[in-house]
């Protein structure tokens, strides 16, 4: 079906999305998403059907002022108590609606039958919409089971002896019983317009419900109004309507149909484009790593998007930047230093890739200004506190001297490595005099040799901020005893007290904050 979308800010061309099983409408608060769903509803006419758990549950108040759509849920309702005048349902919320209308098709059709069979008719057992909603239902939730009584729903959990009704359910059990249900009733090749898929809806289950939703209703298009970015990245034939700006006056969007085909993943592309701020792409996930809990509080102007590995921080800010004429945002990322050579690091930091001043994450609270701070704020001596953790850190890294110095060695070669057999060869024998000449041109020897020496010189002269520079070790916040240091716990209890101090605008976080921004280049 062809989806003709609302008028476009200074555009006289009507956008038609054609042939879409799913669009996805996003947009940051404010934007006029809400108001653009409903016009596309309006465009839709008697092809559109509208589901929300959110007001089907608990909107009862309103039900009765908001205009019945034909062909709704409510209007089936409607219709079935005005056919039968002496048996009133009083049922107010959509939901309490939706199950009565399934259990009376239910009776009907076993009337029916019981009436064809009484009259030796030969047919079928009746399969009703309940039956369908049952059915799926346990696939859902495949530990539960529906039971009909007496003209009721029963439900049942796998290993209890005990049912209980529709009063009992979850909020989330609700949600899913009426999507199922709702579904059905849509007109044939209706545009079904979900509004906010996932309240209630445990993430968990979140893909398999409405994979299962759409496969009910094959012939009709699902448009689905979200904030939850991970939920429309679920959908695989997707048409992503980003709503930027609304014009009341003239009835008109500034809104894009997104390129999600793009090797950018479409999560982070559809969160960020609702967030209208710009982009700091870092490494580490959203629950676990220190850079997620630490970059918002030194980049609040940025919305920080944690993308697991370096490599998918540095194609992101690329893929982004290229479509930044569509989407006016600008992003960076950050990643960190480890073993770069000078060279690769000036190579990041051209692309718009923070690379910091020492070798990783944890290296940053170790900065002298971020111990300092932290002594100070427990009334420490911040300079027998400071001194202290230097001399353990120079002793820490004069110990693993050598071996750092060594990882720092296979690093260069391995990328020397790869970028040399790269090159074309006119054959096997070409290749292999190349590889034997390797060694002798690479020469990693001498290149651990000059860096023994250099570190070396770090440790003699007490060049601290160097060894931040070079030293991938994730065991120094603990073993430079920092945190008993500054009269803390340990080293997780150290982190949190930074973070708690960065949270706050005073003079200690401003201090934090400057000195890391500084060690980022930023």
């Known amino acids: 079906m062809e989806l003709k979308l609302p008028k476009k800010t200074n555009s006289d061309k009507s956008v038609v999305i054609a042939n879409a099983r799913q669009v996805t409408i996003i947009g940051a608060n404010g934007s006029g998403k809400s108001r653009f769903t409903q016009q596309l509803i309006k465009e839709c006419g008697n092809k559109a059907f509208v589901v929300s758990a959110l007001r089907a549950i608990y909107d009862a108040d309103n039900a009765t002022h908001l205009p019945v759509l034909e062909g709704s849920i409510t209007s089936i309702f409607n219709s079935i108590n005005a056919s039968n005048p002496q048996v009133k349902n009083l049922a107010r919320t959509e939901f309490d609606q939706l199950t009565y209308v399934m259990l ?293 890294f004069q110990r693993e001297l050598k071996t750092q110095a060594l990882q720092h060695v296979r690093h260069r070669v391995k990328h020397d490595v790869e970028k040399r057999i790269d090159m074309r060869f006119r054959n096997i024998s070409a290749l292999e005099d190349h590889m034997i000449d390797l060694v002798n041109e690479l020469d990693p020897r001498t290149q651990y040799e000059k860096l023994c020496r250099e570190f070396h010189r770090y440790v003699s002269t007490g060049d601290y901020n160097m060894v931040l520079r070079v030293f991938n070790h994730k065991q120094m916040l603990a073993e430079s005893q920092v945190a008993p240091l500054c009269g803390l716990k340990n080293r997780d209890e150290y982190i949190r007290t930074v973070l708690n101090l960065l949270k706050h605008d005073t003079p200690q976080a401003r201090v934090m904050r400057e000195a890391i921004r500084t060690c980022l280049k930023a």
């Open 104 to 396: 009376i098709e239910e009776f009907h059709e076993l009337m029916n039958y019981k009436t064809h069979l009484l009259m030796d008719d030969s047919i079928d057992f009746p399969k009703t919409k309940l039956d369908k909603v049952v059915k799926r239902w346990q696939e859902v939730f495949p530990r539960n089971k529906v039971l009909r009584e007496n003209g009721k729903l029963l439900f049942s959990t796998q290993g209890q002896s005990d049912t209980y009704s529709l009063l009992r359910l979850s909020d989330g059990e609700k949600a899913v019983l009426y999507y199922l249900g709702a579904v059905l009733y849509a007109m044939d090749d209706a545009v079904i317009f979900v509004d906010s898929p996932e309240t209630f809806i445990h993430p968990s289950i979140m893909r398999t419900l409405w994979d299962v939703i759409e496969e009910m209703r094959p012939d009709c298009t699902f448009v689905y109004n979200t904030h939850d970015v991970d939920f429309a990245a679920t959908r695989f034939d997707n048409k992503c309507v980003w709503v930027k700006n609304f014009n009341p006056e003239a009835l008109e969007w500034d809104y894009e149909v997104l390129d999600t085909s793009r090797n950018l993943n479409e999560t982070i592309y559809i969160d960020l484009l609702g967030a209208r701020k710009p982009v700091l792409f870092i490494e580490g996930d959203e629950s676990h790593s220190i850079d997620s809990h630490l970059y918002p509080l030194i980049f609040p102007e940025y919305v920080v998007k944690p993308l697991g590995s370096c490599d998918k921080v540095i194609e992101s800010v690329r893929t982004f930047a290229s479509l930044e004429q569509m989407h006016h945002v600008d992003s960076r990322g950050i990643v960190d230093r480890d073993r770069r050579t000078d060279k690769e690091v000036e190579y990041l930091r051209n692309k718009k890739i923070m690379v910091p001043e020492v070798a990783e994450i944890e290296n940053i609270f170790m900065l002298e200004t971020v111990i300092r701070t932290v002594a100070a704020h427990r009334h420490k001596n911040e300079n027998d506190v400071f001194f202290s953790v230097k001399r353990n850190v120079l002793n820490l």
